[in-house]
């Protein structure tokens, strides 16, 4: 993978922009490309590597970082678990959505790779916060407050507004990608304690997809510096 998108590195994390179609991690398949891999071969020439912490669905694209320091790890994990790493993702959804909200609904494996609400399921929250929108489709700012499989698919699904273009919980589209993006990553970081604001602009498929849904690309380009203005 030739055209890895940096975002921001220093001696001990490196922040790229995950393009769609891509995978976090190397999957059953050795050679099939994956975003790791790709990070670890772009480090090789400095004497470095990467640690896989986090990953991002194959369809999603935007903001994830590897820790390059081993022993940063245990530390990192324990932010995340403490809710001091803040991500906030866009996402175009399937109808008009104009009120806020926070879904409070447990996730529990329904298939060999599907999930979905269930009583038993462990708890997931997310909020919502519709940005832009029209009579068939939302623009919606969404923040993770804990980390399950599949946990925004599931929880837009589960109140009836899922991702454009999901094919496992929404309206199956073989020529579009379900439509999410991460957006910002917020966070200190792990050795110096400033404050990191990791941003990724909206790729063109993304824009291009809600403008055919009746919600201006001009609007939505205003969100390279994070968010939706108006």
Known sequence: MSDLRILWEDDDLIFVDKPAGLLSQQAHDPSEPDLHAAVRHHLETAGETAYL????DRGTTGVIFFPKQKELNAKLNRAFERKEIRKT???LVEGEV???QTI?????????ITFGVRPHGRRATTSLRPLKSSRR???LELTLHTGRTHQIRVHLAAVGHPLIGDWLYGTRDDEIRPMLHALRLTMKHPRSGE??????????D?????????????ELESTAGGRLSG
């Open 206 to 218: 993304f824009i291009e997809q809600a403008r055919t849904l009746g919600i201006a690309a001009a």
């Open 137 to 139: 489709a939302s623009v």
């Open 98 to 100: 104009t009120v806020s």
């Open 195 to 204: 404050d990191l604001v990791i941003a990724a602009p909206l790729p063109s």
């Open 104 to 112: 409070d609904a447990p996730i529990a494996r329904i298939g060999p």
């Open 53 to 56: 912490l986090q990953r991002l």
């Open 89 to 91: 993702y866009l996402a």
